[in-house]
T-cell receptor, first 111, second 117 residues
Framework: SQQGEEDPQALSIQEGENATMNCSYK?????LQWYRQNSGRGLVHLIL?????REKHSGRLRVTLDTSKKSSSLLITASRAADTASYFC???????????FGTGTQLKVEL | DAGVIQSPRHEVTEMGQEVTLRCKPI?????LFWYRQTMMRGLELLIY????????DSGMPEDRFSAKMPNASFSTLKIQPSEPRDSAVYFC???????????????FGEGSRLTVL
């Protein structure tokens, strides 16, 4: 079964708007990561947040982590058409970087 | 660095044939992972190696699947015999250390899209 479940499954917004994606997981984690996948391509790492962190920023990305609720959110501000992709959360329960990926959110940013 | 290199990018084969997928991890990375992606099941970890040694192969679907890592710069995933339900995109990823710190992130190849007819 999937460790991480993202919602929504699909999101369509206009360029310039913010996009928020959520991830829920089931077991304790060492860290949680977000990846982007463009159509037909491999996954690209975006950001990592450790279990003792609550919020992290990287450029237009903001990630939050609530370990009590076993959930995380990814916010993309001022979205661009180039942000159109699938976004996955991945959890690391500790040891060996063995990641379990969620089901993904398909984001479409329209001009 | 060229990143993680996978070959072939696309493979179409007939049921019963042997399939070999290849991966070259990023130089200096000591962990290598094989994932499979399908619409129905998403991304599944098949097996991972640390320092060329298989650590966890619990995700390998059945005995038809095997993986090897003969040295730090090369790994193969073999399916013999292949079946239509093996059709998927197979990703190789590697991770490593920055100095003594494990950076935690995975670097993915572009994938090998396998179609078994």
């Amino acid at each position: 079964s999937q460790q991480g479940e993202e919602d929504p499954q699909a999101l369509s917004i206009q360029e310039g708007e913010n996009a928020t994606m959520n991830c829920s997981y089931k077991t304790s984690i060492n860290n949680l990561q977000w990846y982007r996948q463009n159509s037909g391509r491999g996954l690209v790492h975006l950001i990592l947040i450790r279990s003792n962190e609550r919020e992290k920023h990287s450029g237009r990305l903001r990630v939050t982590l609530d370990t009590s609720k076993k959930s995380s959110s990814l916010l993309i501000t001022a979205s661009r058409a180039a942000d159109t992709a699938s976004y996955f959360c991945a959890t690391d329960k500790g040891g060996g970087n063995k990641l379990t990926f969620g089901t993904g959110t398909q984001l479409k940013v329209e001009l | 660095d060229a990143g993680v290199i996978q070959s072939p990018r696309h493979e179409v084969t007939e049921m019963g044939q042997e399939v070999t997928l290849r991966c070259k991890p990023i130089s200096g990375h000591n962990s290598l992972f094989w994932y499979r992606q399908t619409m129905m099941r998403g991304l599944e970890l098949l097996i991972y190696f640390n320092n060329n040694v298989p650590i966890d192969d619990s995700g390998m679907p059945e005995d038809r699947f095997s993986a090897k890592m003969p040295n730090a710069s090369f790994s193969t995933l073999k399916i013999q015999p292949s079946e239509p339900r093996d059709s998927a995109v197979y990703f190789c990823a590697s991770s490593g250390h920055l100095g003594t710190i494990n950076t935690g992130e995975l670097f993915f190849g572009e994938g090998s899209r396998l179609t078994v007819l």
